[in-house]
């Protein structure tokens, strides 16, 4: 009774786009077109996007299909990088199929830079991390995987007790939802070269540190 349903339907809404970003478990394989002589685009020309996904807000790698041929994958780089090296800070820019990208600005207003410029109308795919809709009712598409979602209630509840100055309770939510993004990262990554995928620790570490690694459990 202390927190108003719309309220909590708010905090509920906020913790899966944590949820979403802490867990990078929206995984989004987009296509972008580009367009002869424009070397930025915004994340909004991103098509394909998943039922229950409004926009990406990250871009992890991008690839351009060759004309009459397959696929290559174009390395990234820091937007300084381009800035000094690429097309931005050259008089005369040359034009050319994609060699380097990086994102400029962060969140689902952030843009693409390709360079060189485009001297063709490529196809390309990128793998991207989406953002959840908010829930609206019943039948809004869930785009956050099962496993993730079971942290969602932790991280709402810590902002309603927050918001209660609850700061004990909320204290332990908070600490909840940390320990259930732990399960659910382990249980997401395969047994075999768990540490390849991202935001896996290195098993080497505990051994590092002078500590018995931890046993891994099987899901």
């Given at each position: 009774?202390?927190?108003?349903?719309?309220?909590?339907?708010?905090?509920?809404?906020?913790?899966?786009?944590?949820?979403?970003?802490?867990?990078?478990?929206?995984?989004?394989?987009?296509?972008?077109?580009?367009?002869?002589?424009?070397?930025?685009?915004?994340?909004?020309?991103?098509?394909?996007?998943?039922?229950?996904?409004?926009?990406?807000?990250?871009?992890?790698?991008?690839?351009?299909?060759?004309?009459?041929?397959?696929?290559?994958?174009?390395?990234?780089?820091?937007?300084?990088?381009?800035?000094?090296?690429?097309?931005?800070?050259?008089?005369?820019?040359?034009?050319?199929?994609?060699?380097?990208?990086?994102?400029?600005?962060?969140g689902e207003t952030g843009s693409l830079f390709i360079d060189p410029i485009p001297d063709t109308a490529y196809t390309c795919s990128v793998d991207a991390l989406?953002?959840?809709?908010?829930?609206?009712?019943?039948?809004?598409?869930?785009?956050?995987?099962?496993?993730?979602?079971?942290?969602?209630?932790?991280?709402?509840?810590?902002?309603?007790?927050?918001?209660?100055?609850?700061?004990?309770?909320?204290?332990?939510?908070?600490?909840?939802?940390?320990?259930?993004?732990?399960?659910?990262?382990?249980?997401?990554?395969?047994?075999?070269?768990?540490?390849?995928?991202?935001?896996?620790?290195?098993?080497?570490?505990?051994?590092?540190?002078?500590?018995?690694?931890?046993?891994?459990?099987?899901?």
């Amino acid at each position: 009774p202390l927190i108003p349903t719309a309220t909590l339907d708010s905090y509920i809404n906020e913790s899966r786009l944590q949820v979403a970003a802490h867990g990078a478990c929206v995984r989004q394989f987009l296509n972008l077109a580009l367009v002869v002589g424009t070397n930025r685009y915004n994340f909004t020309a991103l098509t394909g996007l998943s039922a229950g996904v409004g926009g990406v807000y990250h871009i992890r790698q991008f690839w351009y299909q060759v004309p009459g041929a397959g696929t290559l994958w174009v390395s990234s780089r820091p937007f300084e990088y381009l800035g000094l090296f690429g097309a931005l800070n050259n008089p005369v820019p040359v034009q050319g199929p994609p060699a380097m990208w990086a994102q400029f600005g962060q969140g689902e207003t952030g843009s693409l830079f390709i360079d060189p410029i485009p001297d063709t109308a490529y196809t390309c795919s990128v793998d991207a991390l989406g953002v959840p809709i908010p829930l609206v009712d019943d039948t809004t598409a869930e785009a956050i995987p099962a496993i993730w979602t079971l942290a969602v209630p932790f991280y709402a509840a810590w902002l309603g007790f927050m918001s209660n100055q609850r700061q004990s309770d909320a204290d332990m939510m908070l600490k909840r939802f940390q320990q259930q993004m732990a399960l659910a990262r382990n249980a997401a990554n395969p047994d075999i070269t768990m540490e390849n995928w991202s935001q896996s620790p290195d098993p080497e570490d505990a051994n590092r540190l002078g500590a018995a690694p931890a046993a891994r459990t099987a899901a």
